[in-house]
């Protein structure tokens, strides 16, 4: 079973950055698709930017193309998710998944494509 722990959401004006990590224990996740969905009050939970297995591929929802970037370490078994330019509507609680299937270069936007996820980790923009 993996353990998948969110960190470095927090509050920021619009126009800020922030860098969310996600840190997998109990099982290697190199081998492995990873995701970042977010889920704001009241709404849906929604994919962000997704990666293949060894970031050969990568995904993004269009209102966050050429603002977030989607990285992954392997050695250290952790994904990133580099945010610039927050707009309030990021606003947000960003998961972190982890698909169990190796899809070689496909990335999955499909929350049902990922069995494990992360507590989430708290991102407000303010305006």
């Known amino acids: 079973q993996v353990q998948l722990v969110e960190s470095g959401g927090g509050l920021v004006q619009a126009g800020d950055s922030l860098r969310l990590s996600c840190a997998a224990s109990?099982?290697?996740?190199?081998?492995?698709?990873m995701g970042w969905f977010r889920q704001a009050p009241g709404k849906e939970r929604e994919f962000v930017a997704a990666?293949?297995?060894?970031?050969?591929?990568?995904g993004y929802r269009d209102s966050v193309k050429a603002r977030f970037t989607i990285s992954r370490d392997n050695v250290k078994n952790t994904v990133y998710l580099q945010m610039n330019s927050l707009k309030p509507e990021d606003t947000a609680v960003y998961y972190c998944?982890?698909?169990?299937?190796?899809?070689?270069?496909?990335?999955?936007?499909?929350?049902?494509?990922?069995?494990?996820w992360g507590q989430g980790t708290q991102v407000t923009v303010s305006s």
């Open positions: 990666i293949s297995w060894n970031g050969g591929s990568t």
């Open positions: 109990g099982r290697t996740v190199s081998n492995y698709g």
């Open positions: 998944a982890t698909e169990a299937t190796w899809r070689g270069p496909v990335v999955s936007t499909k929350r049902g494509r990922y069995d494990s």
